[in-house]
C-alpha cells in the first residue's frame, strides 16, 4: 500500500534556530510531492515538487525532491513564532483511485519558542 | 475569488444521528475532495467529485456518502455516526481533473458523544 512518513513527528526549537523537516514515501505512481502549512485547520498550500535536485524557495521556506531516493525535505531558516504549525507532506496519484489524489503524512508539528 | 468555504464550524452529535456537512468550492473549481483528519494524524482520502459523479472513494464504509451539484458545491453525509466519526472533516477544490493545485476550506470539527 502506498504510504508517507514524516519525521520527526514534533519539533521544538527556538526563534532564530533553523529546521529540517523529512518526508520519505512508497509510491507506486508517483506525480508530485506537496508541502503544507496547516495552523489550525485549512492546510495552505506551500510547495509542488515534480522533478528530482531542483530547489523551491519562497522566503525562508525551502525544498527539495529526491525521487532516486524516494524523500523530501523542507528547510526552514530563522525560524519565527509564526512558523510554529503542522507541516504535512502528501504524495498526488493519478486521479480515480481508491486512494484518492493525495495521500499524507502525519505531517511534523513544529513549535517554534520565543 | 472567494476560497473554500465549509459549514458548520463545529457540530456535536450524539452516536447513531446522521450528519450533513457543506462545502463551496473556489469558483472555478468544479473537482471537490473529501479528507477526515483525526486528531494527530494526517488527512484521509473519503471520495473525490468531478462533475457532479463520484470520481474515486477510500476506504470508508458505505455510510460515508455525498453529493456535488451543478454549482460544484458538495456535501457529505454520514449516517449512524460512530465515536470514531469524530475528526476534522475537509473539503477540497481543484479547477480541473487531475490538478493538484488543491484549495481547502477550513474544515468542520465534529464530535460524536
Known amino acids: 500500500e502506498d504510504k508517507v512518513v514524516q519525521s520527526p513527528l514534533s519539533l521544538v526549537v527556538h526563534e532564530g534556530d533553523t529546521v529540517t523537516l523529512n518526508c520519505s514515501y512508497e509510491?507506486?505512481?508517483?506525480?508530485?510531492l506537496l508541502w503544507y502549512k496547516q495552523e489550525k485547520k485549512a492546510p495552505t498550500f506551500l510547495f509542488m515538487l515534480?522533478?528530482?535536485?531542483i530547489e523551491k524557495k519562497s522566503g525562508r521556506l525551502s525544498s527539495i525532491l529526491d525521487k532516486k531516493e524516494l524523500f523530501s525535505i523542507l528547510n526552514i531558516t530563522a525560524t519565527q513564532t509564526g512558523d510554529s504549525a503542522v507541516y504535512l507532506c502528501?504524495?498526488?496519484?493519478?486521479?480515480?483511485?481508491?486512494?484518492?489524489?493525495?495521500?499524507f503524512g502525519k505531517g511534523t508539528k513544529l513549535s517554534v519558542k520565543p | 475569488e472567494t476560497g473554500v468555504t465549509q459549514s458548520p464550524t463545529h457540530l456535536i452529535k450524539t452516536r447513531g444521528q446522521q450528519v450533513t456537512l457543506r462545502c463551496s468550492s473556489q469558483?472555478?473549481?468544479?473537482?471537490v475532495s473529501w479528507y477526515q483528519q483525526a486528531l494527530g494524524q494526517g488527512p484521509q482520502f473519503i471520495f473525490q467529485?468531478?462533475?457532479?459523479?463520484?470520481?474515486g472513494r477510500g476506504n470508508f464504509p458505505p455510510r460515508f456518502s455525498g453529493l456535488q451539484f451543478p454549482n460544484y458545491s458538495s456535501e457529505l453525509n454520514v449516517n449512524a455516526l460512530e465515536l470514531d466519526d469524530s475528526a476534522l472533516y475537509l473539503c477540497?477544490?481543484?479547477?480541473?481533473?487531475?490538478?493538484?493545485?488543491?484549495?481547502f476550506g477550513s474544515g468542520t470539527r465534529l464530535t460524536v458523544v
Open positions: 477540497a477544490s481543484s479547477p480541473e481533473l487531475p490538478n493538484y493545485g488543491y484549495t
Open positions: 509510491v507506486t505512481n508517483f506525480r508530485s
Open positions: 515534480t522533478s528530482s535536485g
Open positions: 502528501a504524495v498526488a496519484l493519478p486521479y480515480g483511485g481508491s486512494q484518492g489524489n493525495l495521500i
Open positions: 469558483s472555478g473549481h468544479n473537482t
Open positions: 467529485y468531478y462533475r457532479e459523479e463520484e470520481n
